[in-house]
Nanobody, 119 residues
């Protein structure tokens, strides 16, 4: 299984970016999907998650600015990031709880995409 992220880049404070993450491989189904981030010199932290049914959770620092969504037909999760702040600068990683065609379950991570917000 591979998770391929896209959509990162450089943006000015107050701007927007949309991250995408597509899962592919021997997938039977996907449970929760989400996004984490890791800033330079800091620990990786959860940003947002979404269940198969669409229930969402957000870190307090991004509530009201970020929106997570998913397209189950495409095994894809999105993160719409608005009103970006310099403190949002980090490498963003997507995660997916995948049930494989073998019916075993494993959590997978993407390779990460850099988001840089200039002041």
């Amino acid at each position: 299984v591979q998770l391929v992220e896209s959509g990162g880049g450089l943006v000015q404070a107050g701007g927007s970016l949309r991250l995408s993450c597509a899962a592919s491989g021997s997938i039977f189904s996907i449970n929760d999907m989400g996004w984490h981030r890791q800033a330079l010199g800091k620990q990786r932290e959860p940003v947002a998650s979404i269940s198969t049914g669409g229930s969402t959770n957000y870190a307090d620092s991004v509530k009201g600015r970020f929106t997570i969504s998913r397209d189950n037909t495409k095994n894809t999760v999105y993160l719409q990031m608005n009103n970006l702040k310099p403190e949002d600068t980090a490498v963003y990683y997507c995660t997916a709880g995948v049930v494989l065609t073998s019916r075993s379950s494993t959590n997978f991570w993407g390779q990460g995409t850099q988001v840089t917000v200039s002041s």
